[in-house]
């Protein structure tokens, strides 16, 4: 594994436009969809625009930190950008760049918050509650009370066993024994399992992928499951009977992050103004990926119903759970652990 | 014979010289060496030396439960695929071992066609066979078996039944290649000499197949161990297996040192069982030259 990333790392480096007269940025993204919508949507308007070179690297966030700890030991980054989750901010904070958003004159057109210390949102989703109303009888779920109430709502039930679930399925058994959205952290693990032991029983499919939420909801396999807003957007346009709700939902966002001592850091602040400007390209990326950005210019531009199927609408975000990840972020292993335990029982 | 120097490769004979053995040894060796042996070793160093030396991670392996738990699921499962592949396994070799022309053509494909098929693919089609409204759910339902679908996906069941299938070849040619090496007079004299069908089975084929049986055994077992992606989608929770936990410890926790202390437990094992299994079949030998 890591000789393949090294591999194709130097494979991307040689490849690269050595002889541009500009020097590039290298930002470390995933793959797929993902990675074509960015080199469509903002890569390659900003090679046109500033004339620096995007050099892209392919790859998963573990490899990606992997990587960027590795470095750090032999004090030579290869990275400007990377992608990071909320908990990798924290985790990763000794070697992450902190952001002077006053300088990027296009923060000033980002949702309050976008601009963090030390990251920049990218795409904006959340952990949602997705049901198929022949299965639920019709009914209308409407928190995750209604999810561990398997006798108003009866039904196989799914739940991931992937990303970071430690936390994510926690929280759903405590908003559904009654506490507040606002009160649920630091997280009472105790009271949160004793929940989930009540919907155990109940849960048909541990779920492993985005891909995998999707074919357990077009396969009938569940009634009601948790999914990843995007993947949950696509179904609910493809089956007349399966619904989403952000009420009650979990914030998940997509995050560029500036690596310290990376070749191009200069040329990394440039990529970030230059990324959050822009609205129409802003509608077009969130578009292809099913996803929200934090361009609030964006939002004016899609159609009132395609706007409240944004987790970033101004009522779906007041309604998601904001996690507080410093705790999550030392409590990791431990989380992680009663999970682990907990599941395969 | 003594006019004839022996070459490197002594033509003729069955041996080679130490020098021309070692030479041909040397590529698998480096080979060894560079893609398992030093990969393995880094892995088993941090988790024992990183940054200094420690058991801590090895104390956390048997301190809590779960671990414990996934390892002695993991060894069940395997045993389970082992004896349905035992049992599934050696009829068919024994049928193979017995035919020839095409029947035994047509045999070995049906065995190693689906070697040459990816694991994923053949995972794959055990999901779309098993899932609620797949193809069994539905024959079972439609010949009015059952009311409702019932869960045959994400059990213990499945993932045994998916990983003996895709297990078996490594049965049936070791077992196969014994009972083939069985000279047609042995069965034929313990007949003449008034044994019945069972008992020329259970005297003389078993036994002389026992080497087969115990490589087939061992090969299955051992590759069961270590299996990752069939348990993984055919399974649910329950069903999580080591190589799964030290996957997660790897790629989602960055937790290399620990990963390496459920390696190193899991290494520690099959050794000692390999050890154990090689002394049983020298002892299979010895018994069956005293005969």
């Known amino acids: 594994m890591k000789t393949m990333l090294a591999l194709s790392l130097s494979l991307a480096l040689v490849a690269g436009p050595a002889l541009a007269q500009k020097k590039e940025v290298v930002i470390a993204a995933t793959g797929g969809t993902m990675e074509r919508a960015l080199v469509e949507h903002f890569y390659k308007p900003f090679e046109a625009e500033t004339g620096m070179p995007v050099n892209k690297v392919t790859t998963e966030l573990p490899a990606q930190w992997a990587r960027v700890q590795a470095n750090a030991r032999t004090g030579r980054q290869q990275f400007d950008i990377v992608t990071a989750t909320f908990p990798d901010l924290i985790q990763h904070r000794d070697q992450l760049v902190r952001i002077d958003c006053d300088k990027l004159p296009n923060m000033k057109r980002a949702a309050p918050g976008a601009c963090m210390e030390y990251g920049v949102m990218r795409s904006i989703g959340a952990m949602v509650m997705v049901w198929n109303t022949d299965m639920v009888k019709g009914k209308t779920p409407e928190s995750w009370k209604d999810f561990y109430d398997v006798q108003n709502f009866p039904g196989p039930r799914g739940l991931p066993d992937t990303g970071d679930r430690e936390y994510w399925v926690p929280v759903t058994a405590l908003l559904a024994d009654g506490v507040e959205k606002d009160k649920l952290f630091p997280l009472d693990l105790d009271r949160a399992y004793r929940k989930l032991d009540t919907i155990k029983p109940h849960v048909a499919v541990w779920w492993k992928s985005g891909d995998h939420v999707q074919q357990i909801l077009r396969s009938g396999e569940v009634a009601m499951t948790m999914s990843y807003s995007g993947r949950a957007l696509i179904m609910s346009r493809e089956r007349q009977n399966i619904h989403m709700t952000f009420n009650q939902s979990i914030r998940d966002v997509g995050i560029w992050a500036v690596i310290k001592g990376g070749p191009n850091t200069d040329g990394a602040m440039a990529f970030l103004d230059f990324f959050m400007g822009g609205p129409e390209r802003h509608v077009k990326f969130a578009n292809q990926l099913n996803t929200a950005t934090a361009n609030l210019d964006a939002l004016d531009l899609l159609p009132e119903a395609e706007r409240r199927r944004r987790a970033n609408h101004p009522d779906n975000w007041s309604r998601q759970v904001m996690p507080d990840f410093e705790w999550i972020g030392a409590n990791r292993e431990k989380l992680r652990e009663r999970w682990v335990s907990w599941l395969t029982r | ?291």
């Not at chain 2, 801590?56 to 082992?82: D, G, K, N, S």
């Not at chain 2, 049936?172 to 014994?178: E, G, I, N, Q, R």
């Not at chain 2, 083939?180 to 197949?209: C, H, N």
């Open chain 2, 1 to 291: 014979m003594s006019a004839r120097r022996p070459s490197a490769f002594f033509l003729g004979g069955r041996h080679l010289s130490e020098a021309a053995s070692l030479a041909l040894l040397v590529p698998f060796a480096l080979l060894l060496v560079v893609v398992f042996l030093l990969p393995l070793g880094t892995l088993l160093h941090e988790s024992l030396l990183v940054p200094a030396p420690t058991l801590e991670h090895y104390e956390r392996v048997f301190a809590q439960p779960v671990y414990l738990r996934v390892m002695w699921r993991t060894l069940r499962i395997a045993f389970y695929v082992t004896l349905v592949a035992l049992l599934l396994g050696y009829p068919l070799a024994y049928v193979m071992s017995r035919s020839g022309g095409l029947k035994l053509g047509l045999m070995a494909a049906a065995v190693l066609l689906p070697l040459w098929t990816s694991v994923l693919v053949r995972t794959y089609a055990w999901m779309v066979l098993l899932q609620r409204n797949g193809l069994v759910n539905e024959g079972l339902t439609g010949l009015g078996f059952v009311d409702a679908p019932i869960r045959l996906l994400y059990t213990e069941g499945a993932v045994v039944l998916a990983m003996s299938h895709v297990l078996l070849p490594f049965m049936v040619l070791p077992v196969f290649s014994a009972l083939k090496g069985i000279p047609d007079d042995y069965p034929r004299a313990a007949q003449m000499l008034g044994a019945s069908g069972w008992s020329t089975f259970r005297e003389v084929i078993w036994p002389l197949s026992l080497p087969g049986v115990v490589s087939g055994c061992l090969m299955v077992f051992l590759l069961a161990l270590g299996f990752f992606i069939t348990p993984a989608l055919i399974g649910g929770p329950q069903q999580m297996m080591i190589a799964t936990l030290v996957s997660q410890q790897v790629r989602e926790m960055l937790n290399w040192p620990f990963a390496g202390a459920l390696v190193g437990v899991l290494l520690a094992f099959v050794l000692a069982l390999t050890i154990a299994f090689n002394r049983f079949i020298r002892l299979e030998r010895f018994v069956g030259t005293r005969s």
